[in-house]
């Protein structure tokens, strides 16, 4: 069976593939190298809107789903008959998302109104705008056995995952307060944990160029965070005589589940090398993010976080495709 690797959890989490050896007989031994390109979605909770003033009425939105585009290197050593190890890392950056727009009444997101349904900043707002950036990195190291009467490998190991949110808030209300009124909200989550998983390979042919394989996976990861809520000018919405700075800072920690599906095809050039690609969903139950955060934020000089960070849960879904070279023994 050929070694494959998924993106598992943590998370995205974010996000790819995840590398076991399968039937580890004499011809299948082999350092395995795989370098591979991700393209992964982020779905929950994280649109952001620009609303009108009749209501709440949105006037433009970011979209429900966040982009993530990033690399994977892996490496697959095996130990002895049936036992391998693998070492892999993920960096994946989702580009700036920006809504703006002119004549709004104010930013609002999941859980959060601000003024009666009116925003952030209030229903005088003429011009808003926000900036959303996420960014997925995560780093393993897993024990794989691959049993001898069927095509399938068991895995196990050690994971850690960082979840960054950052939130830039930026309004003109010239008559409260007066000039640009700006609310920046950061968001750090920082997971590790053990996760276990199964893969097994629906078609393989050992005389044949293609395959097909199947993996599922679960995690459990303690979760460290750090998040912080700061503005000028207008403070998070409350009216200033003058330029006013302030924020307001917390760190607290949470646990969370994370459970990963996957399928991959792969075609065998010949018995060094292939190319493979996959598709991938990771699910997260309790992620910090920067809208709820600031949905449990008292939004005063200085502001003051009332519950601590705000969660949601956080799915990410998408495409891998990476290139492996396997150095056999002479």
């Known amino acids: 069976?050929?070694?494959?690797?998924?993106?598992?959890?943590?998370?995205?989490?974010?996000?790819?593939?995840i590398a076991v050896p399968?039937?580890?007989?004499?011809?299948?031994?082999?350092?395995?190298?795989?370098?591979?390109f991700i393209a992964l979605a982020r779905d929950g909770g994280t649109a952001t809107s620009l609303l009108s003033n009749a209501g709440g009425t949105v006037v433009s939105s970011s979209g429900s789903a966040n982009w993530h585009y990033g690399a994977e290197a892996q490496l697959n050593i095996p130990v002895m008959d049936y036992w391998g190890l693998d070492f892999r890392g993920i960096v994946s950056i989702a580009p700036t998302v920006t809504t703006s727009g002119s004549n709004v009444g104010g930013i609002g997101f999941a859980d959060f109104d601000g003024f009666g349904n009116n925003g952030l900043f209030g229903p005088t707002t003429i011009f808003g705008q926000a900036d959303r950036e996420l960014d997925f990195y995560s780093f393993e190291a897993n024990v794989t056995h691959d049993l001898t009467?069927?095509?399938?490998?068991?895995?196990?190991?050690?994971?850690?995952?960082?979840?960054?949110d950052d939130l830039d808030l930026l309004a003109f209300t010239p008559n409260l307060g007066g000039g640009s009124n700006r609310a920046l909200i950061n968001v750090s989550n920082d997971l590790i944990g053990a996760q276990i998983g199964i893969e097994a390979e629906v078609i393989y042919n050992p005389n044949g160029p293609w395959s097909l394989d199947v993996l599922a996976a679960i995690g459990y990861y303690h979760n460290s965070i750090d998040a912080s809520v700061g503005g000028s000018g207008l403070v998070l919405g409350t009216p200033a005589a003058g330029p006013i700075v302030a924020t307001a800072a917390q760190s607290s920690s949470s646990s969370t589940f994370g459970v990963e599906l996957g399928v991959e095809g792969g075609y065998q050039f010949n018995e060094n090398m292939s190319l493979n690609m996959g598709y991938n969903l990771i699910y997260f139950d309790k992620i910090a993010s920067s809208t709820r955060t600031l949905a449990s934020v008292n939004t005063g000089v200085p502001p003051v976080f009332v519950t601590g960070p705000g969660f949601e849960d956080a799915l990410y879904h998408g495409l891998t495709l990476d290139f492996t070279y396997k150095f056999l023994p002479n």
Do not use: N
């Open 1 to 17: 069976m050929k070694p494959r690797f998924f993106t598992s959890l943590s998370a995205i989490a974010l996000a790819a593939c």
């Open 149 to 164: 009467s069927m095509p399938i490998t068991l895995f196990g190991g050690l994971r850690y995952i960082h979840i960054g």
């Open 22 to 36: 399968a039937a580890a007989d004499d011809g299948d031994k082999g350092v395995e190298f795989s370098l591979g």
